[in-house]
């Protein structure tokens, strides 16, 4: 059984950093896609950032800049790395990872096996 766990959420001033850890077990191969994702509370899921096997990524406009992906291929594990994080970023951020061979890094239908999730809450 897959396993997918974050880490590294917690409370922050705007203008500061974080950085998400995200765990995946129980998986002899390698994720096609990986992805961060967050929700609001009486919003809908969104999609933050994503990656896929050959590294290639894609950002959310609205954290184009200030958020970093990265992956750490032996391990199977992503990293989210935020800065000059802002009040409108609070939300849970989920991790997400896909087998599928056509995923694409940045559909949330594409992913089947997700995180439990991580808060994170900027305060201005």
């Known amino acids: 059984q897959v396993l997918v766990v974050e880490s590294g959420g917690g409370s922050v001033q705007a203008g500061g950093s974080l950085r998400l850890s995200c765990a995946v077990s129980?998986?002899?191969?390698?994720?096609?896609?990986m992805g961060w994702f967050r929700q609001a509370p009486g919003k809908e899921r969104e999609g933050v950032a994503g990656?896929?096997?050959?590294?290639?990524?894609s950002y959310a406009d609205s954290v184009k800049g200030r958020f970093t992906i990265s992956k750490d291929n032996a391990k199977n594990n992503l990293y989210l790395q935020m800065n000059i994080l802002k009040a409108e970023d609070t939300s849970l951020y989920y991790c997400?990872?896909?087998?599928?061979?056509?995923?694409?890094?940045?559909?949330?239908?594409?992913?089947?096996?997700w995180g439990q999730g991580t808060q994170v809450t900027v305060s201005s």
């Open positions: 129980g998986s002899y191969y390698q994720a096609n896609c």
């Open positions: 990656i896929r096997s050959d590294g290639s990524t």
């Open positions: 997400a990872a896909s087998w599928r061979a056509s995923c694409r890094e940045n559909r949330i239908l594409d992913y089947g096996t």
